[in-house]
């Protein structure tokens, strides 16, 4: 039985901590804040709740897998779990409205045809079975498997081109990959054309905190999962999964400390020995989780950075996150209507300037810097609207609770402590998503801003940035720091490690780690 302290109660750090104790081992958690779940938290008020970070779930398996892994419960037997249906809903410029059902591409198809146009559902359709052969060639080696020595085989992106002519350094040549590097972007101006159905395609992206400029073309894989593998609601919020996930390490012996910030590895004979904590104090162990931001990890190594040459680092690319979220939540007197859909988006008309303003002119603020710099708000963002149909967000029938998220720069290019100039952010968001809720404003009671300058606090991460999710592509710019650092015993966990973020991302980062010190460097994941 090893001893293992964890540094972090997020999503991926408790996945590895509750399977590394169903191993036999000795886990502590130690976690700065005083709750569990990292960025998955909730907001309560005069009996209203929100989630604070992601509300909805994809890839819900990757759960299921760890709640068979590591008890007798299933998850559907912990938290009440339900697909949304429709999926989302999608409100454009010009009026169009368009409500796509939830995992069924004939309806999607039918739905894009009805709103766009005979052949724009074929053509969404074409593009998401290529979407899907790119998922088939990078899904063990980005979801299933630790990050490899040979990474670089990754930068290669795996979206096959169209196989058509006269599209110049797009299509292939002798059934290869395309002679130059393709963005999400390219893809969607060159085939979907409908300036409506790339909006779409690009409004996936930067809901993953990616700018669709750079981002490489594999990305089309986001929609093709979502539509795939369907959208899922937890009752009680996506907290409720977080909850879940900490009563189950609980169940395994798991012990938590909450308030406890550790400020220090400790390193014996060339490998990680242990954590100090901020009240001086050292907890030994055998190995290290680090469920954090590995940009923060050289403090904690007395400057001393746990790569090898040639490893995927913090930063290396526009891919690591850089994007925040302003999210608003608002109490509203009136009942929900019937045939309130869960999930609005909201388009913006200038998706340019959208971009401009959370990117930079050209992108890349997560790497090179480019784009650095103050910058002002767009004045119409996309904006999501999430209305769920669940009496624990309200304190009663006559209310309902919603909240809106807009993808936005992270606090440095935009000073989030200005309240006012938050405050002012946040009225946009409410005019945007009248769109969607006719009269919102005379129904609202009151309602809570919260920044990346909170989510920063809350979370530790550099100016409230989400992280997205690894992708292959660019030269392997949009990848994460692997589970595996140079200093044996110190491993990676959580959004900010391979394969990168969202609930689903984190969870399968904790089944490697717990792979990687139970089965050795060679465990490679499911067989």
Same mark, same amino acid.
């Given at each position: 039985m090893a001893r293992i302290a964890v540094i972090g109660a997020g999503m991926g750090a408790m996945a590895a901590a509750a399977r590394l104790a169903v191993a036999g081992h000795q886990v502590a958690v130690y976690e700065r804040g005083q709750t569990h779940g990292g960025g998955v938290g909730r907001f309560e008020r005069d009996g209203f709740a929100f989630d604070t970070g992601p509300g909805l779930l994809h890839l819900p398996a990757v759960y299921r897998d760890l709640f068979v892994k590591t008890g007798k419960e299933t998850l559907e037997q912990c938290v009440e779990l339900a697909q949304v249906d429709p999926a989302s809903r999608h409100v454009?410029?010009?009026?169009?409205?368009?409500?796509?059902?939830?995992? @069924?591409?004939?309806?999607?198809?039918?739905?894009?045809?009805?709103?766009?146009?005979?052949?724009?559902?074929?053509?969404?359709?074409?593009?998401?079975?290529?979407?899907?052969?790119?998922?088939?060639?990078?899904?063990?080696?980005?979801?299933?498997?630790?990050?490899?020595?040979?990474?670089?085989?990754?930068?290669?992106?795996?979206?096959?081109?169209?196989?058509?002519?006269?599209?110049?350094?797009?299509?292939?040549?002798?059934?290869?990959? $395309?002679?130059?590097?393709?963005?999400?972007?390219?893809?969607?101006?060159?085939?979907?054309?409908? $300036?409506?159905?790339?909006?779409?395609?690009? @409004?996936?992206?930067?809901?993953? @905190?990616?700018?669709?400029?750079?981002?490489?073309? @594999?990305?089309?894989?986001? $929609?093709?999962?979502?539509?795939?593998?369907?959208?899922?609601?937890?009752?009680?919020?996506?907290?409720?999964?977080?909850?879940?996930?900490?009563?189950?390490?609980?169940?395994?012996?798991?012990?938590?400390?909450?308030?406890?910030?550790?400020?220090?590895?400790?390193?014996?004979?060339?490998?990680?020995?242990?954590?100090?904590?901020?009240?001086?104090?050292?907890?030994?162990?055998?190995?290290?989780?680090?469920?954090?931001?590995?940009?923060?990890?050289?403090?904690?190594?007395?400057?001393?950075?746990?790569?090898?040459?040639?490893?995927?680092? $913090?930063?290396?690319?526009?891919?690591?996150?850089?994007?925040?979220?302003?999210?608003?939540?608002?109490?509203?007197?009136?009942?929900?209507?019937?045939?309130?859909?869960?999930?609005?988006?909201?388009?913006?008309?200038?998706?340019?300037?959208?971009?401009?303003?959370?990117?930079?002119?050209?992108?890349g603020v997560g790497g090179s810097g480019a784009g650095l710099g103050t910058r002002a708000p767009c004045p119409r963002p996309t904006v999501t609207v999430l209305r769920p149909d669940d009496p624990t967000t309200r304190p009663d029938e006559d209310h309902e609770a919603v909240t809106l998220t807009a993808t936005v720069a992270p606090h440095g290019p935009v000073d989030w402590i200005d309240g006012t100039a938050a405050e002012e952010d946040a009225d946009r968001l409410v005019a945007v998503a009248e769109a969607a809720i006719p009269g919102l404003r005379d129904r609202l009671l009151w309602r809570e801003v919260r920044t990346p300058a909170d989510t920063a606090a809350d979370t530790g991460a550099a100016g409230g940035a989400v992280p997205g999710p690894a992708l292959a592509g660019a030269e392997g710019r949009f990848l994460r720091p692997a589970n595996e650092t140079r200093l044996p015993g110190l491993y990676l966990a959580g959004g900010w490690a391979h394969p990168g973020g969202g609930l689903a991302h984190a969870g399968m980062s904790g089944t490697m780690v717990a792979g990687l010190i139970v089965g050795g460097a060679d465990w490679r994941g499911s067989q």
């Amino acid at each position: 039985m090893a001893r293992i302290a964890v540094i972090g109660a997020g999503m991926g750090a408790m996945a590895a901590a509750a399977r590394l104790a169903v191993a036999g081992h000795q886990v502590a958690v130690y976690e700065r804040g005083q709750t569990h779940g990292g960025g998955v938290g909730r907001f309560e008020r005069d009996g209203f709740a929100f989630d604070t970070g992601p509300g909805l779930l994809h890839l819900p398996a990757v759960y299921r897998d760890l709640f068979v892994k590591t008890g007798k419960e299933t998850l559907e037997q912990c938290v009440e779990l339900a697909q949304v249906d429709p999926a989302s809903r999608h409100v454009f410029a010009d009026g169009t409205d368009v409500p796509l059902p939830n995992a @069924s591409r004939a309806g999607v198809v039918r739905a894009l045809d009805d709103a766009f146009g005979a052949g724009a559902g074929e053509r969404w359709s074409d593009l998401v079975n290529r979407a899907r052969e790119a998922w088939d060639a990078t899904r063990r080696p980005l979801l299933e498997e630790p990050l490899r020595a040979d990474w670089q085989a990754l930068g290669r992106d795996p979206y096959p081109a169209p196989a058509r002519r006269g599209v110049s350094g797009w299509f292939r040549r002798g059934g290869g990959a $395309p002679r130059t590097p393709v963005t999400l972007a390219d893809v969607a101006r060159r085939e979907l054309k409908d $300036p409506r159905a790339v909006a779409l395609l690009e @409004s996936h992206a930067l809901a993953h @905190s990616l700018d669709p400029r750079t981002a490489p073309a @594999s990305a089309a894989v986001l $929609p093709y999962l979502e539509q795939t593998f369907g959208t899922w609601y937890a009752r009680g919020g996506m907290r409720a999964l977080a909850d879940a996930v900490y009563e189950r390490c609980r169940a395994r012996k798991v012990r938590f400390s909450f308030g406890a910030e550790v400020v220090g590895i400790v390193e014996k004979d060339g490998r990680a020995a242990g954590v100090e904590l901020a009240d001086g104090s050292v907890a030994e162990a055998d190995a290290v989780v680090a469920g954090i931001d590995p940009a923060l990890l050289p403090a904690l190594l007395g400057g001393a950075e746990p790569w090898h040459d040639g490893d995927v680092r $913090p930063g290396d690319g526009p891919g690591d996150g850089a994007a925040g979220r302003l999210t608003v939540f608002l109490a509203l007197r009136g009942a929900r209507p019937r045939d309130t859909v869960h999930r609005t988006v909201v388009h913006a008309p200038d998706r340019d300037a959208e971009l401009a303003a959370i990117f930079g002119e050209t992108g890349g603020v997560g790497g090179s810097g480019a784009g650095l710099g103050t910058r002002a708000p767009c004045p119409r963002p996309t904006v999501t609207v999430l209305r769920p149909d669940d009496p624990t967000t309200r304190p009663d029938e006559d209310h309902e609770a919603v909240t809106l998220t807009a993808t936005v720069a992270p606090h440095g290019p935009v000073d989030w402590i200005d309240g006012t100039a938050a405050e002012e952010d946040a009225d946009r968001l409410v005019a945007v998503a009248e769109a969607a809720i006719p009269g919102l404003r005379d129904r609202l009671l009151w309602r809570e801003v919260r920044t990346p300058a909170d989510t920063a606090a809350d979370t530790g991460a550099a100016g409230g940035a989400v992280p997205g999710p690894a992708l292959a592509g660019a030269e392997g710019r949009f990848l994460r720091p692997a589970n595996e650092t140079r200093l044996p015993g110190l491993y990676l966990a959580g959004g900010w490690a391979h394969p990168g973020g969202g609930l689903a991302h984190a969870g399968m980062s904790g089944t490697m780690v717990a792979g990687l010190i139970v089965g050795g460097a060679d465990w490679r994941g499911s067989q």
